[in-house]
């Protein structure tokens, strides 16, 4: 299976995010957007996966969460990858002040290594992915969604109290299902964060 670890979002946050998508497709329909019911932060991606790996990765996000305690995430800033030259994702930025997914990374890759991953040599910058270019000629259009929503000021929900943060209690192990309407993420695992608790 095609997998990855991910912090999902709750709905306060998919809803202030789905307000931003249907902005952008009104500007960029030819972009492949995001389902907003599938939004997330990707935290570790692992790709294809056979099936008798899964127990052990499953085991290694548990041990990686034991040791954290849960923290805090606001939605942030969009930006784009690569670069505004010539971008190819449009992302909301995501402010982790306590630096919680860096944590888990750091708990993480040493488990991982012995497992055969390792992590991208790239800087980790948490993030919410809303829509993908199909190619080099749509970088105008992220161009264009992102200078509409600078011009905003903000994203629609910030001035919302709760509605554009979160608490994060857990990573979850997802899988990537593709069908006709693209990719749908299934929960496989969720690893709770902090030691757990044996039932009494």
């Given at each position: 299976?095609?997998?990855?670890?991910?912090?999902?979002?709750?709905?306060?946050?998919?809803?202030?995010?789905?307000?931003?998508?249907?902005?952008?497709?009104?500007?960029?329909?030819?972009?492949?957007?995001?389902?907003?019911?599938?939004?997330?932060?990707?935290?570790?991606?692992?790709?294809?996966?056979?099936?008798?790996?899964?127990?052990?990765?499953?085991?290694?996000?548990?041990?990686?969460?034991?040791?954290?305690?849960?923290?805090?995430?606001?939605?942030?800033?969009?930006?784009?990858?690569?670069?505004?030259?010539?971008?190819?994702?449009?992302?909301?930025?995501?402010?982790?002040?306590?630096?919680g997914c860096a944590a888990w990374l750091g708990a993480a890759a040493p488990l991982l290594a012995r497992l055969g991953y390792q992590a991208e040599s790239r800087p980790f910058m948490p993030h919410v992915t809303l829509a993908r270019a199909r190619g080099p000629s749509e970088s105008a259009a992220i161009r264009r969604v992102l200078a509409a929503e600078t011009s905003r000021g903000r994203l629609s929900t910030a001035s919302a109290p709760g509605m554009a943060s979160m608490r994060v209690e857990e990573v979850v192990l997802m899988e990537s299902r593709l069908d006709t309407r693209g990719a749908r993420y299934v929960p496989v695992h969720r690893a709770r964060l902090g030691p757990s608790v044996e039932p009494g």
């Open positions: 299976m095609r997998c990855f670890a991910a912090i999902e979002l709750p709905d306060g946050l998919r809803r202030a995010l789905r307000e931003t998508i249907a902005r952008g497709q009104r500007l960029a329909g030819g972009l492949r957007w995001s389902s907003a019911d599938q939004l997330h932060v990707t935290l570790w991606f692992f790709g294809e996966t056979a099936n008798e790996r899964i127990p052990e990765l499953c085991a290694v996000l548990d041990e990686a969460a034991r040791d954290l305690t849960p923290f805090d995430l606001a939605l942030a800033t969009l930006g784009c990858f690569p670069s505004i030259r010539a971008p190819r994702v449009l992302w909301c930025g995501v402010d982790d002040p306590r630096r």
